[in-house]
């Protein structure tokens, strides 16, 4: 049975820009990820970690 206490969620975004015709800048791409694993002491407070990568820009 999974302890309903601990929780853990990530999300992965992959952004990007075109060329803007104006100033023919190039942004590029970023490829992030965010994650994070807490647990819930009572209903009011809870510990954990996170943190996020990237790559690009």
Do not use: C, E, F
């Amino acid at each position: 049975m999974p302890n309903s206490r601990a929780t853990s969620s990530s999300k992965i975004n992959l952004n990007y820009s075109s060329t803007n015709s104006a100033t023919q800048y190039q942004p590029g791409g970023q490829l992030s990820a965010d994650y994070g694993t807490n647990y819930h002491i009572n209903q009011s407070w809870l510990v954990g970690v996170g943190g996020y990568l990237t790559a690009g820009g």
